[in-house]
């Protein structure tokens, strides 16, 4: 068979952690699969990249850059040495190479203070660059035929957007020539999170993007399978750090998984499905850790399942704009509001609209409460609306499962669950036939995940 394993960051964090990931790609070789490994960068690394060069744009003590620099050096040679001590020269010498790179740009950033969305991409790009040679080179270790490669060298190619990238369909022929022809006799390992634009400059597919890597690599392959290797044992019924009472979910369809991933569940990354579905492959998420759990397989239609409700996410940090009084006798008001949103970068995650007084509730996350409010307040004095207020401090809790569709009453269940435990729903928004999602104040957020977790006895097994 023929297969993409995904590792993340807690996957790839320290030796001991590689160790396991060349066991189970080892395992699956002496199984017949044929493989393609996507990495991610060890854990906490690309957010470290993040604060140095976020920090270095206005800073005049460079000193912090040499520690940065030899921190990330030998947290990676540590794991190294022990993971393939055959190959430390070579694959120290290449890191070397590439810590320089990095130590080189970062400091045009400070010369320049300016760190440009293309810059910043080519930057956090530099976690994968610095876990796959190591990780290829455990493979060798092992006696397994192994090259590491980048996103882009593997045949990614993308919109050009940078922080938050799709690959274009072009991709797939690429990758099939690049990496396809390859695997059986080697193990290719691909630098996850990045790949590049038309002309060549490297463009991340937002945070936690490796798994939308694995998927990409999986669609142009051909992959039977696409495995995402993580840190607990599939997906769960909500937040585990958050419930601790959450279970895994044997099935879900890939819809079901899309809604909860964008809602917040970050195991898995929203676009990640998408290749996915495209090519119909089913998605396993499964525990690097614990690996003989079955985990959770995302297929097209998941397996016949009784439950109406099957997972329950929340996201933190978001913002409320209720937007009244729209010019009458102005169609395309809303139209407009959209328009000057997107155009400010803003991503709006959930609208409701109100009918008698022309008025709608948008939710955005915190960050872009500055932009949102820029493009509002032109809106505003080109005389579309009369106000707008935003209400900061709120999260919006999402409830999955394709059974809702079609069962009376399922709207009436969770608030009365809501109602119970005394919560107040600032906002409420369909947004399709698997996902009903509502807002809160941001105190009331976990307990209100915990109230529909209970209703719907998510925490017992299926009867
Ligand atoms: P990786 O480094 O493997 O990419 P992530 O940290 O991105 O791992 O994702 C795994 C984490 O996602 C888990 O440790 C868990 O805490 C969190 N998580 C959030 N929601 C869910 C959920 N519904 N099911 C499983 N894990 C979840
Ligand atoms: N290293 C990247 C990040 O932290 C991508 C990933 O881990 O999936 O966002
Ligand atoms: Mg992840």
Not at 414 to 422: D, P, R, S, T, V
Request: one cysteine or more; a negative charge; charged letters at 20%.
């Amino acid at each position: 068979m023929r297969l993409v394993m995904k590792f993340g960051g807690t996957s790839v964090g320290d030796a001991d952690c590689i160790a396991k990931v060349v066991d189970l790609i080892k395992k699956s070789r002496e199984e017949g699969n044929e493989i393609a490994v996507v990495v991610s960068a060890m854990t906490k690394v690309t957010d470290q990249i993040i604060t140095e060069a976020e920090g270095i744009v206005s800073c005049t003590d460079k000193k912090n850059l040499d520690t940065f620099i030899d921190n990330l050096r030998d947290r990676h040679l540590t794991a190294l040495r022990i993971v393939a001590p055959d190959y430390v020269e070579d694959v120290t010498a290449h890191i070397n190479i590439r810590l320089e790179r990095l130590r080189n740009i970062l400091i045009a950033v400070n010369h320049l203070r300016e760190l440009t969305p293309r810059s910043r991409d080519y930057i956090i790009s530099f976690g994968e660059k610095l876990s796959a040679p190591i990780v290829s080179a455990a493979l060798r270790q092992a006696g397994i035929p192994s090259f590491q490669i980048s996103g882009c060298d593997a045949g990614i190619l993308t919109d050009g957007v940078h922080g938050g990238a799709t690959a274009l369909p072009e991709s797939y022929p690429r990758i099939m020539e690049r990496i396809g022809v390859k695997l059986g006799a080697q193990v290719p390992v691909i630098q996850g999170f990045a790949g590049c634009s038309g002309e060549g400059a490297v463009t991340t597919l937002g945070r936690s993007g490796s798994d939308y890597s694995g998927a990409i690599i999986g669609a142009g392959i051909d992959a039977e399978e696409i495995i995402i290797w993580t840190d607990v044992d599939g997906v769960m019924t909500t937040d585990p750090r958050m419930i601790p009472e959450a279970r895994v979910i044997d099935s879900l369809s890939f819809l079901e998984m899309m809604e909860m991933s964008y809602f917040g569940a970050k195991v898995i990354h929203p676009r990640a499905l998408l290749p996915a579905m495209e090519k119909n492959i089913p998605v396993y998420v499964k525990n690097t850790f614990n690996p003989t759990h079955p985990g959770t397989v995302v297929i097209k239609e998941s397996h016949a399942d009784k439950r109406i409700v099957k997972a329950v996410s929340l996201i933190k940090n978001s913002s409320m704009i209720s937007i009244s009084g729209f010019a009458t006798g102005k169609p395309g008001v809303a139209g407009e509001i959209f328009t000057s949103l997107a155009q400010a970068g803003v991503n709006v995650m959930l609208i409701s609209q109100g009918s008698s007084e022309m008025n709608i509730s948008l939710i955005i996350t915190e960050e872009q409460v500055s932009a949102a409010n820029k493009a509002l307040i032109m809106i505003k004095e080109r005389g579309l609306i009369r106000e707008y207020t935003f209400s900061k401090d709120v999260n919006v809790v999402s409830v999955v499962g394709a059974g809702m569709a079609g069962t009376p009453g399922t709207l009436y269940r969770i608030f009365h669950g809501l109602g119970l435990a005394k919560i107040n729903v600032m906002m409420i928004s369909q947004g399709s036939e698997v996902n009903v999602s509502f807002v809160v104040k941001e105190e009331d957020g976990v307990r209100a995940v915990r109230a529909i977790h209970e209703e719907y006895d998510l925490d017992k097994e299926e009867a």
